[in-house]
């Protein structure tokens, strides 16, 4: 739930869910709509899917699993929360390698191209694995920051071979990232005898959103516009007022107390707020 987002926006979803879902059996056997609607304006709906499969994953075990393999089989998870779960839930000796760790691990070495996993694991100290993770992921949110480290402060200046050679500055080397693409949009409110006309959203997976504009549709007054962001994806959304005789293709309507029971992606949700009937 905490992907690029702030921990006080997602501690009301994170209560929700808790309450909804209080354990991996109720999660399991949740319906995909309701799920995906609990988690609706968090973003990364895989992230919701593949929660629902671990926790399929864990019933059909008995219990959660208690070794790094067998963890690191559980949807979604990756060799960092692996990792993290291992050592802190189970003591056992995993170094977690995050941004802050791979940073610390570059400027510890003075090399832009180190392994940082192999570096963690080798330095871990297996008496104690959780609270060394804890640690070192602590020293690169806190000390070791990426613009300015406080190296006076740091606990590994002596052993630091960045701070040696002055280099803390350009480590970790830039990854070159993806240039965010620019979309514009529209999208219709297309309403009948209180229902609004509604299809399967072509952004999110399992979520409903207003129709684009589709042959039959005739766009009228505009209702306003605005934006939002889709991992690198910028759109710029037009709303405007339509009739239609039929919806395309997978469409149907929805009064006002059945969207509230669906997956509604966020785009409908801005613009029906624009249109005033949310
Ligand atoms: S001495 Fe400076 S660069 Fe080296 S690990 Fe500590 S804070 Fe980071």
Not at 63 to 82: K, Q
Request: glycine content about 6%; overall charge positive; proline content about 7%.
């Amino acid at each position: 739930m905490l992907q690029q987002t702030r921990v006080a926006a997602v501690i009301p979803y994170y209560e929700r869910f808790l309450k909804r879902f209080p354990d991996a059996a109720a999660l399991a056997c949740a319906p995909e709509p309701e799920l995906l609607a609990m988690w609706s304006g968090l973003g990364y709906y895989t992230r919701a899917r593949n929660l629902q499969k671990a926790a399929r994953q864990i019933v059909e075990r008995g219990g959660f699993p208690a070794s790094y393999d067998a963890i690191l089989e559980l949807a979604g998870v990756g060799t960092y929360t692996a990792a993290a779960i291992a050592s802190i839930a189970f003591e056992l000796p995993h170094a977690v390698v995050d941004g802050n760790v791979r940073r610390v691990m570059a400027r510890l070495t003075n090399d832009g191209y180190v392994d940082a996993q192999q570096v963690a694991d080798h330095l871990l100290d297996r008496r104690d694995p959780a609270r060394w993770n804890q640690a070192v992921m602590e020293l690169g949110a806190t000390i070791c920051l990426p613009r300015e480290p406080r190296c006076e402060e740091c606990p590994l200046s002596a052993h630091c071979l960045a701070r040696k050679a002055g280099t803390q500055a350009e480590l970790p080397l830039k990854r070159s990232k993806a240039e965010p693409e620019a979309l514009a949009r529209t999208l219709l409110v297309i309403r009948r005898s209180g229902r609004t006309l509604l299809t399967p959203s072509p952004r999110v997976k399992g979520f409903w959103d207003l129709p684009e504009p589709f042959p039959g549709a005739k766009p009228g007054a505009t209702v306003g516009e605005f934006t939002h962001t889709i991992t690198h994806r910028h759109y710029r959304f037009t709303v405007k007022e339509a009739t239609a005789r039929e919806g395309p293709k997978a469409s149907r309507w929805f009064t006002a107390k059945q969207r509230e029971t669906i997956p509604l992606a966020t785009t409908a949700r801005k613009a029906l707020k624009l249109y005033g009937t949310l």
